[in-house]
């Protein structure tokens, strides 16, 4: 028997949230903030519910997070999600001080992690975020992929 990485358990959380997502008619993607063993947030696309083109998961969670934590500095936290971030996203991780991103699912149209842009590789950046993606890569992937061919099929 394998022994699940805290990786692989916490993007297993986000792809619940994902799914929760989905149910929900948004894209499904999910995201939970981490620092150390203990979640500080969660969330997941909301963007078409609330009519805010920034409702993204990852917004989602850092947004809850500054809020519980009463700082929009997130130091020595790891945000875990489903897909790999857009610039928008990527950008509010820099700012927050994510320490690590783990994602899921690569995104070969908008990703902003070394698919089509590589936002946290630039030395300009005062804060450096360290990425590993591609964590349940095929079940995070396979949930997006079972999603839009239902919609189409509509």
């Known amino acids: 028997m394998q022994i699940e990485s805290p990786d692989q358990h916490w993007i ?23 620092k150390g063993d203990r979640l500080i947030a ?16 990852e917004m989602v969670a850092l947004r809850v997070a500054g809020q519980s934590m009463g700082n929009y500095r997130l130091p020595d936290t790891t945000l875990y999600v489903t897909l790999e971030p857009c610039t928008m996203c990527a950008g509010a991780m820099i700012h927050a001080r994510v320490k ?3 994602f899921g699912a690569y995104d070969p149209k908008t990703g902003a992690a070394g698919s089509v842009f590589d936002v946290f590789g630039g030395p300009e950046h005062n804060h450096s975020v360290a990425v590993n993606g591609g964590v349940l890569q095929h079940q995070c992937a396979q949930l997006l992929t079972d999603f839009f061919r239902a919609r189409r099929a509509k």
Do not use: T, Y
Not at 24 to 32: I, M, N, Y
């Open 42 to 57: 969660e969330g997941w696309n909301r963007s078409i519910q609330c009519s805010d083109p920034s409702a993204h998961a």
């Open 12 to 34: 297993r959380h986000a792809l619940r949230l994902a799914e929760r997502a989905g149910l929900e008619g948004e894209v499904p993607v999910g995201a939970v903030l981490v």
């Open 100 to 102: 690590r991103l783990v």
